[in-house]
């Protein structure tokens, strides 16, 4: 607004002061402006005689302006808008009471997540704490919002994932139904299994393109099994020093024995258990002969312990490892079929804002040869979308069908170059047809 205009609405609201929407006019000018003003012309509003917008606008300026009792005047009040909520909040604060400017910026954000304001969140969630006052020195009240305790120091260190069972696993109900078989199962009787000599445990090795399920999968498979989850990550076991990842395996081992059941999940596999005739340094060789010894050695007892590993490149680890009682059991994990990319677009939807035209069948039906992990970028890509709608609406925009279908666009599918290099694999290095489901998989799929 020009200089000429604002002047004249000064002059009409000085011939006419009780024209409350001239008023308001003026505080709202003044205010867009930056002018310090506009504090001085809004006495005399009654907050039950204005819009719910004129009441945030005026506890906004009252705000700006120092005065955070008039400005709660105009914030307080039944009303639910989560622009006065958030005033409102804001004013409480200003007067010390942080807990109700807690409860009203929560509720605002509840109602409109685009309103969420970070540092308010946490000098709102701070707590003041008070030192000395014994006689040694003064007394110091302390505004302090790190509440990290032991415990708190404990789940940064090592945190701990929420449980996992099938249910949270789209599709792959093949090879759900394997694992329930001949892995679940005896842990769950084993004393029957116990009657045919049959032990809880062992090892089972899955592959196939990255993102489509392999990890979510071992999780899952503990969940089931109510068993301890001990997932290796390559660093907890490699070291630069002759000897001592050996000693970590071992040690890593030895942990889950103690632990039985256990479910100890090694995933990238081939960095720890890789071809032997492949590799140059003797260390790593010795690696592998220390993983052989750890899984069906003289001396272990692995009973009730279940080894599963991960691999998106089968072909790379040491052909040792398949022998009976290692990871005698191989499983292939392919690209979700049709269902499957239904069954996670629902999971991966559940829990965000959707809007009802979401068509996740219509979605699954164009994303052929996508793995899960592409799948939650498609989601996740729409999302982006669906929130940029929703910061430029000033309120919450849930994710339609015209976001996914955008989102398709930009997202393609990762697992085509892996399969193309298991289809030469499975053709002319399948001794023994250990990549048998690789070209069944492509023989069904491969012209889709």
Known sequence: ???????????????????????????????????ARAADHVGGLDPAALTTADRALVARVLLGAGEPARALGFAE??????????????????????????????AAVRANPTLEDRDLRAQLAARVEEHGGDGAGPRLRVLSNDDTDRSEVERILHPTLPPVTFADVGGLDGIKEQIEKKI????????????FKKKAGGGILMYGPPGCGKTLLARATAGQCKATFLNVAIDD????????????LHALFEKARAAAPAVLFFDELEALAGKRQYTREATSSKLVSQFLSEMDGFTKNNAGVLILGATNVPWAID????????????????????????????????????????????????????????????????????????????????????????????????TLEWLTTARNYARYANEGGQYDEVLAFLAQHGKR
Do not use: C
Not at 13 to 26: C, D, H, K, Y
Not at 378 to 392: C, E, F, G, P, Y
């Open 319 to 414: 052909p040792a490892f398949r022998r009976p009682g290692r990871f005698d059991r191989v499983l292939f994990v392919p690209p979700p079929d049709r269902g499957a990319r239904a069954s996670i677009l629902r999971l991966l939807l559940a829990g965000r804002p959707a809007a009802a035209d979401v068509d996740g069948d219509a979605v699954a039906a164009r994303t052929s040869g996508f793995s899960g992990a592409d799948l939650e970028n498609l989601v996740d890509t729409a999302a982006d979308r669906a929130i940029a709608a929703s910061l430029a609406a000033g309120s919450e925009v849930p994710i339609a069908q015209a976001h996914l279908t955008a989102a398709l666009a930009e997202v393609k599918p990762t």
């Open 237 to 248: 076991v490699l070291d630069m020093w002759i000897g001592e990842s050996e000693r970590k």
């Open 77 to 106: 009040g039944g009303d639910a808008d989560p622009e006065l909520q958030l005033v409102r909040a804001r004013a409480l604060h200003a007067l010390g009471d942080r807990t109700r400017a807690l409860e009203s910026y929560e």
């Open 184 to 195: 679940i199962l005896p842990f769950q009787k084993p004393s029957l299994f116990e009657r």
């Open 1 to 35: 607004m020009d200089d000429a205009t604002l002047r004249s609405l000064l002059d009409a609201l000085r011939a006419t002061p009780g024209n409350v929407a001239l008023r308001i006019a003026v505080v709202r000018a003044l205010h867009g402006a930056g002018d």
